[in-house]
């Protein structure tokens, strides 16, 4: 049964630095796309970054030259680099991973299958 955990989150200053990471079991990710999500209290859920099958990304205009994803296929994880944090970025982050997705046409939520239970990161002084 495919199954992806989360962790790395916690509590950061302003212009701070985190590192999520999803490992996932049941599945080889290199085969796969895997995307990060993050939602906020009161809004939807917001793609942040994916990383294609062949390791193509893709970022939300909001991230973009401050997260970097990456995969390491030896351990099945999918990694996510957040730095110069904000306190708009406080959410939790979900992992997800689905076959066919990270087409560089965005970064949506129906297209990925399954999901992890996710990391709350919280950005406070």
């Known amino acids: 049964q495919l199954k992806l955990v989360e962790s790395g989150g916690g509590l950061v200053q302003p212009g701070g630095s985190l590192s999520l990471s999803c490992a996932v079991s049941g599945t080889e990710l290199q085969y796969h796309a895997t995307a990060w999500f993050r939602q906020a209290p009161g809004k939807e859920r917001e793609g942040v970054s994916c990383i294609s099958y062949s390791g193509t990304t893709d970022y939300a205009l909001s991230v973009k030259d401050r997260f970097t994803i990456s995969r390491d296929n030896a351990k099945n994880t999918v990694s996510l680099q957040m730095n110069s944090l904000k306190p708009d970025d406080t959410a939790v982050y979900y992992c997800?991973?689905?076959?066919?997705?990270?087409?560089?046409?965005?970064?949506?939520?129906?297209?990925?299958?399954?999901w992890g239970q996710g990391t709350q990161v919280t950005v406070s002084s």
């Open positions: 997800a991973t689905a076959t066919f997705a990270c087409k560089g046409r965005g970064i949506y939520a129906h297209e990925y299958d399954y």
